[in-house]
Structures are given as C-alpha cells and as structure tokens.
C-alpha cells in the first residue's frame, strides 16, 4: 500500500526473542519480493522480561475459537509496538523520512491495547516531540492503513497489489515452517480468507501426522 502510494520502501523487522525464526524469514522473502529499497533485522531480546507467551515458557492458546475481544490474551507481548516504532522513528530521521508506516488492526485484532487508534494516534503525538526532524517541522506521519480494515479487507486488498500470502507467515507456534492452524493467529487469518472467498495457502501442520493441508487448518 506505501508503494502503491508512491513510498520508497525500506523495511524493519524486529528478532525480538520470539519463539521461532519462520517469520524473519518470511520477512526477508517478502522484502525481496516486493522490491525494498533496503530490509533491517534488528535484534532486540524481550526474554529478558517474559510475560508473554511468545517470548516465556508460557503455553501459546490453542482451540479458543473466535478470540474474546474484551480480554488481552497471554499473547500479548508488553509495550512490543511501542518499543518497535521507536526504532523506526529513529531510523526514519537517518534515512529523512516523512512517512512510517505500520500494520496493526484495530477490528479483527487480538484484544491488543497496542493495535488500536489511540495508540497511533498518542505515538504520533510522541513522534512529534521526540526528535531533531520533528522538531524542524521535518518529522514522519505514523500511517496505520490496515488499522479499520477487516481481516478478509485486508485479504482483497492484498491481493489487488499482487501479494503472494503463501510466502508469508502469521502463525504463532508453527511447526517448523508450517502454521499451526489451532492459535489465535492462525484462526483469524484463516477466517478472513473464508469471509474474502479465496483460497487459504498457508501450510497447516496435520493434526495426526500425514501431510501439510493448504486447505484449511486442522480441527
């Protein structure tokens, strides 16, 4: 959607202690292929806090059906979007950016407090204030397109810009490069591809060994 919109890309990704790699890997295929500029792993370790189950020896929610909007899941990582767009705000001002833009969902999101309008729309009151850029009447515009955007929304529109979704992840337990199909993540994206009517092609891990199920996630 940024390049659509005329953006040079430049991508950040964050190793932050989660419990598999899959998804930087992902990340850099993604990167790739949509043409970014320049692609950033940055390696942060949120281990050292815990308290979610991606970075804890906290089991991940399994089976829970269509999250409970109204109660923050042990998914939830403390203080994670805050802590990754200060690192882009800071490589925005290197790079002279005027523009960040970042994917969080408001509508088919986990219960996360982090994923909601005030959030951006209080970090972007922050950004204000924060740098030399800012200050100089030169500081980026947190976008937050996907913000209102329901999940199978998201799936359309993706697909307008040409997304391949089969290279990307959003699983949270994987089994070593396929999706679980039983988490949170997994059951949210699965449904908006049942609500968007298009083929799902994430690879699910069988339930009772066999092969991976491109169709649909194991019950």
Partial sequence: MARREGFDCYCITFAYGQRHAVELEASRTVAA???AKAHRIVDIDLRVFGGSALTDAIDVPKDRGQPDMQTIPVTYIPARNSIFLAYALAW??????RAIFVGVNAVDYSGYPDCRPEFIAAFQQLANYATKAAVEGKGPTIYAPLIHMSKAGIIRTGLELRVDYSITHSCYDPHGDLACGRCDSCIIRHQGFLEAGVPD???YAPPMGG????????K
């Avoid at 925005?92 to 950016?97: H, K, R």
């Avoid at 092969?211 to 194991?218: C, F, G, I, K, V």
């Fill in 92 to 97: 925005a001002e290197v790079l002279n950016s």
């Fill in 211 to 218: 092969s991976a199920d491109r169709s649909r996630p194991p």
């Fill in 33 to 35: 292929r949509l043409g």
């Fill in 201 to 203: 092609p994430t690879r």
